[in-house]
Every structure is written in C-alpha cells, then in structure tokens.
C-alpha cells in the first residue's frame, strides 16, 4: 500500500486536505460488505465527528467491549495517524462484530445493508444504555431531588419507555407518514413510523427520482385487503400511500437488488440501470417542501449473484472523489460515478452496482 498511498498523495498534491486521512482497511477473509460500510460512514461527517467526541468524553472506552466502543476506537485511529495514507486493520471492531452476531461469523458472503442496520441498531441500544445507567447513577446519588420529582417519573417502570434522541437519530432518523383514506366516509386515518435508511424497489432503466415516486404511490385496498375503517366500524374500499414526513439529515437508500424468484426457489441479483444524480430533490414529502440533497457515498456490489461477489466504497471528501476496495485507495473522476448506475442490458459483463447510497441534506450545515 506504499506506492498506492504515495502515489494518491502524489495525486492530491497540494489539495490534500489539512487533516484528513484516507486509509485502506485491511479484509479478514470476507469482510469486504464491513469495510465499505465504514469507509462511507468514516466520510459521514457529522457521524464521525460525534463519535470521535464519544471517544474523546469517554477515555476508558479502551476496556469496554462493544461495537460503538470499537468502532470509536477505530475511527479514532484513523484520525490520528501521523501519515495521510496507508492501511488499517479493524480487527478488534470485526472480532466484536463476529462475537455479538452469529449472523456474520461465518465465511459466506455477506449483505452489506444488513450490516449497517445491524451496527446502527446496536449503536443506539449502547448510548439508550448508557444514558438510562447516568440517569439512574443521579437518581441513587440524590434521593431528595428524586422524591421532590416523584410524580415525573412516575412512568418510567410501569408506562411507556421514552425514546432517547441519540446523535445517531439526529443524523440518520426521518418518518414516513403511512395515510389510509377510506373511500366510503373520506376518513384518513395516519401513521408515522420511523426509518434509518429507504429499501427502494427497482426497475429496468429507471432513477432513484422514479423509485421514490413509486414507494409513495397510491395503492387501493380492496377486495381480500379491505381496511377496517374505524368510523364506518367495517372493512371498506380505502387508498393507502406512503410519505415521507420528515426527511432525515443523511438520506440512506437501500436499492433491492437481491429479488426473491418462486420458480427458481432462490434470490436473484438484479443488475438494472437505476440512475442515482449527484444532487436528489426529494419531492414526495408531507410539507411539499423539496429537500435537497447531495451526494457523498456509494457502496457498491460487484458481482453477478447474490451469495458471491465483492463491495467497494466510492466516497466523496472535500469535493474529491475516492474509490475504496479493501486496503486499496485512489482518485477517481466524479464521471466514473455513473458507471456504478447499473446494466441495460440483462446480460452484460459490467457486475458493479449502485447498492447503497448515502446523501447529505444541503441548506443546515454543510459537511465537507
């Protein structure tokens, strides 16, 4: 990695941003679907700034054992190495991923979208912890003040438990509204529920503008699937649509590439052109408001099946674009950014893949 990490050094020159790193991590045998999730979530600024703040408030993390503990380490790692470039080896975050999920112990390939819902997950579960233990630490610590606030707390046994808003909801979190409208009294009946990242279906020769119109298209209940409207007190005729209520800070979006075919009893990769532009206005929203959104990371899928192939990482910092495979790192031209969009054709030798990628909403803080 010398004359690779040199050689992109070379390429940036003089650009080379003051602070920055950009380091390969090493693969333990197939943990390509990890790197490239933390290589796009490294590039994720604000994350990453909060977690190095977690680390940096947290000195004795070096003994805890879990996910955010070692992935703050690591993030901390790369930030603070002498050289600008080279490899690291994430080994004690892959050996805690290993230990806590038998999901990703084995050898087979891996998904890497289920990995970051399964990190991201785990993350919030760690701070939802800790801050109930510090809140429980002050309330033994000051037992005049918590008779005083009796009545407060009086729910937190017995009644619902309120859902801390950790940085990682800040960063990630949006809701989607899921509006019913009954056809009969004209009654909408509305639900919200709250998402990390959008799993987009996907066609032939489309675009992620055309994915997201289709995940809030109207969809009638009728027939098997009436909706028991409330008001009428029966099973009626209604429209269903999905909107987006509040669009998060970092737009995630999961593209189904691995689709599920009954004749063949097996999953299927899907190598279709989805077009994903480097700006996105998202339209479809409750306010009607565009948000719009920039473009920073691509995880990509390359290979022709599902249980076989190899992720990649194309991230953008400080207005460069970079390719990260594994250990390796170098330059690449924003055009080559639409040569991950997909294949026209069914059979084409091109097998890398728009599979995740990450936005960051423009117009509230800028990442760089």
Not at 30 to 48: D, E, K
Not at 49 to 56: G, M, S, T
Not at 62 to 90: R, Y
């Amino acid at each position: 990695m010398g004359a690779a990490g040199s050689k992109l050094e070379k390429a940036l020159g003089d650009s080379f941003p003051e602070g920055e790193r950009y380091f390969g991590l090493e693969n333990f045998g197939n943990t390509c679907y990890c790197n490239s999730v933390l290589q796009a979530l490294y590039f994720c600024v604000p994350f990453r700034d909060q977690l190095l703040d977690y680390y940096a408030n947290n000195k004795s993390l070096g003994d805890e054992d879990n996910l955010l503990a070692c992935l703050a380490d690591l993030f901390t790692q790369i930030s603070s190495q002498k050289k600008k470039t080279g490899v690291i080896a994430p080994k004690r975050f892959v050996q805690r991923l290993k230990k806590q999920n038998e999901l990703f112990r084995s050898y087979m390939h891996q998904d890497a979208h289920e990995f970051l819902n399964f990190l991201l997950n785990e993350i919030v579960d760690t701070l939802e912890k800790e801050a109930q233990a510090a809140k429980n630490d002050q309330e033994t610590s000051s037992p005049a003040e918590k008779t005083a606030n009796g009545p407060k707390n009086a729910h937190a046994n017995g009644g619902p438990k309120e859902q801390l808003d950790t940085w990682v909801h800040k960063n990630f979190q949006g809701i989607l509204t899921n509006e019913t409208r009954c056809l009969r009294c004209e009654t909408v009946t509305a639900r919200d529920e709250t998402f990390f990242d959008l799993s987009l279906d996907i066609e032939q020769n489309s675009s992620i503008t055309s994915c997201l119109k289709n995940f809030s298209s109207t969809e009638t209940l009728n027939a098997e699937d009436k909706f028991f409207c409330d008001k009428c007190c029966s099973l009626q005729e209604a429209q269903k649509r999905m909107k987006i209520k509040k669009p998060p800070q970092i737009l995630v979006i999961h593209l189904k590439r691995f689709k599920y075919i009954e004749q063949l009893g097996r999953y299927k990769k899907l190598s279709y052109r989805v077009v994903f532009p480097l700006e996105l206005k998202l339209s479809n929203t409750v306010e009607d408001a565009d948000s719009e959104y920039s473009l920073f990371a691509v995880v990509v899928h390359v290979g022709s099946g599902p249980n076989h192939g190899h992720y990649v990482s194309l991230v953008k910092s400080h207005n460069h674009w970079l390719f990260f495979d594994d250990e390796n790192v170098e330059m690449i031209d924003e055009s080559a950014v639409q040569t991950f969009f997909g294949s026209a054709q069914e059979y084409s030798s091109n097998t890398d893949h728009g599979y995740i990628l990450f936005y960051e909403r423009l117009g509230n803080g800028h990442m760089s």
